[in-house]
């Protein structure tokens, strides 16, 4: 089956088509078109919601044209609604950004009324874990290789290894949270961030160090030529008896050790900042999911959303975890896939296929783990 997947829970307008047959064990990206309204939030430092919202509304239907153009070679409308091309619309209906939600909540639904498809509602936070069913997915069988550790985070292969029961590190710009599966559709949340995400601390740190939106990606670059132990940054709730995180203090750590101090000043001492807050926070994630592993003895370990995209976290992950978990599979999905995008959304769809009917999908800006 193909499915049309649509997700704008943020600042991304996204749509894809994924592909696969009852059964398979992974899916197949036919397109994946993503329209980023960022450089718009650089300006501001962050996300001004209106604003998101505003750009989404110009861009969905370009950004569904141009994903179903693989398999239509012409105008949306006309062919739509008599092809069999596509058998299901996914769209993702929260947690979010209520007016981003709106905008690709009301186009699938349009879509699915008018041109009588089914229409499958997502959890944003599944979809990002249901990014590591997507091929091509990079397994860690790598772990075994004695190779250079930059040429197999770029391998590509096609996977299907995914074995349940499965530990799910969750960790984007509004999430940090540890989940259970037990097959698809078994959820158990384990624990989460008791204030800020992960993703919204390093965007929070960037900001107070005069850094563009979003930063995590920007720290991770400087961490590059930065030492991690030049500033001793909390790693707040590190060894607590659960599955939770906290990274508001680290954020407050920062902002005590740069208040005051010259822009010049500051600027020479930025990569140190840099690499010592991007080791504290990969601390504190690599630590409680390993305790999560320990606890629940998974066969896989599964990570998802923006944050994953930095490399020193898979890495050292990987690293920590051969040793300690030798017995455990890491799967973490492409690069481009980690951050918000429609295809995670549409291979949410496949795997947990539970259509509704269109009057009963609002956009639910609080969904969280049902
Ligand atoms: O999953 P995502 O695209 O959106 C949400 O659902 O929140 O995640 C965005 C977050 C931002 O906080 C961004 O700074 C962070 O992911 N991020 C990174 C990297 N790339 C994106 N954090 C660390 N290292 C990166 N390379
Ligand atoms: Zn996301």
């Given at each position: 089956m193909r499915i049309l997947g649509i997700e704008t829970s943020c600042d991304e307008t996204s749509a894809s088509i994924i592909e696969a047959k009852k059964g398979n064990k992974t899916v197949t990206l036919v397109s994946n078109i993503i329209s980023s309204s960022v450089k718009l939030h650089a300006k501001t430092g962050g996300i001004i919601p209106e604003n998101a919202a505003r750009e989404q509304i110009k861009y969905i239907l370009p950004v569904i044209k141009q994903a179903l153009s693989p398999i239509f070679s012409s105008r949306l409308t006309s062919h739509f609604p008599s092809s069999p091309s596509i058998d299901a619309i996914a769209v993702t209906y929260g947690p979010g950004l209520i007016g981003s939600l709106l905008v690709g909540v009301e186009t699938a639904k349009t879509l699915s009324y008018v041109f009588k498809k089914p229409i499958v509602p997502v959890n944003h936070l599944l979809g990002h874990i249901y990014?590591?069913?997507?091929?091509?997915v990079i397994p860690n069988s790598f772990r075994d290789l004695p190779h250079d550790e930059k040429e197999m985070l770029n391998q590509e292969v096609q996977h299907d290894k995914i074995e349940f029961p499965a530990v799910a590190l969750l960790v984007s710009g509004g999430h940090t949270d540890l989940i259970l599966m037990?097959?698809?559709?078994s959820i158990k949340w384990l624990g989460g961030t008791r204030d800020d995400a992960a993703g919204e601390a390093l965007d929070k740190i960037g900001r107070l160090l005069g850094l563009s939106y979003p930063a995590g990606p920007i720290i991770e670059q400087l961490a590059k030529n930065g030492n991690l132990k030049a500033y001793k940054f909390p790693r707040p709730m590190i060894g607590t008896n659960d599955f939770d995180f906290s990274f508001s203090g680290l954020k407050t750590a920062v902002l005590q050790e740069v208040s005051g101090i010259k822009y010049q000043v500051l600027r020479k001492k930025i990569p140190d900042i840099a690499a010592s807050v991007q080791q504290a926070i990969c601390d504190v994630l690599i630590r409680k999911t390993i305790k999560a592993a320990k606890k629940y003895k998974p066969k896989s370990i599964l990570l998802g959303g923006g944050v994953v995209a930095n490399e020193e976290l898979k890495r050292q992950l990987i690293l920590n975890t051969?040793?300690?978990?030798?017995?455990t599979e890491i799967f973490f999905p492409k690069k481009f896939l980690?951050?918000?995008?429609a295809a995670m959304i549409a291979t949410a769809a496949f795997f947990n296929y539970k259509p509704a009917p269109v009057n009963k999908i609002t956009a639910n800006p609080e969904l969280y783990f049902d």
């Open positions: 990014a590591n069913w997507i091929n091509p037990k097959a698809h559709g051969k040793y300690e978990l030798p017995d980690c951050t918000d995008n």
